[in-house]
């Protein structure tokens, strides 16, 4: 079967930016104009691309292991989710909240396709996938390097692990990273594998 969506998705990805997308937004929610509205919605689609593709991904992920015949979603059906709660985003969020888009519809996404996941495959063993936000609950002290931070209170992670994380589900490339916080390219991947290592034991004993 071709995935068509799937794939015009992966040609159009292009890096999120969180400023067009709300100025997407406001008119979407102040415009009467169908054309204009159809018009920003695609370009939601556009800037959250890669978003939709690691949330397809992640889908297929926790799919693997099982018969492939059993399998009965095509990444279009994955896709075609993910536009439905793009839009169901764009009508519940609160422009005044002060939340980033960003996080908003990843938590939606990995919510929507999770519960898509246990109501179509109920009692089928596939892979287990954990992102760092699902970790952290979603919340907006997620990745806060402040002493209430959850996460530090809790002694899991350090404020550099912290950081790393944001940064990685920001897809902030390396060399940005690590001259943020002016570590080098060997400490940036001993942070990488001490995260990895508390999430397997924090999260999959």
């Not at 067009?20 to 691309?49: A, F, G, M, P, R």
């Not at 536009?83 to 908003?104: A, H, P, Q, T, V």
Request: aromatic share 12%.
């Amino acid at each position: 079967m071709s995935d068509s969506l799937y794939q015009h998705i992966l040609h159009q990805r292009c890096k999120y930016n969180e400023k067009s997308v709300v100025k997407s937004i406001v008119y979407i929610k102040n415009s009467t104009n169908e054309k204009l509205i159809d018009k920003h919605k695609q370009e939601i689609v556009k800037y959250t691309s890669k978003i939709i593709l690691r949330n397809v991904a992640n889908f297929f992920n926790q799919l693997r292991g099982l018969d492939q015949s059993k399998i009965h979603h095509s990444k279009d059906d994955i896709v075609s989710e993910c536009y439905l709660i793009i839009n169901n985003c764009i009508e519940k969020f609160d422009l005044r909240s002060g939340y980033k888009f960003y996080f908003y519809l990843n938590k939606s996404m990995m919510r929507g396709l999770n519960k898509l996941k246990k109501e179509s495959y109920r009692g089928e063993s596939g892979s287990p996938f954990i992102d760092a936000i699902e970790i952290c609950k979603f919340d907006w002290r997620t990745f806060s390097t402040e002493e209430n931070n959850p996460l530090l209170l809790e002694k899991i992670f350090t404020k550099k692990e912290v950081l790393l994380m944001q940064s990685r589900v920001q897809e902030q490339t390396i060399d940005e990273f690590i001259k943020s916080i002016e570590i080098s390219r060997t400490e940036y991947h001993k942070i990488l594998k001490r995260i990895r290592e508390k999430i397997n034991k924090n999260y999959f004993r």
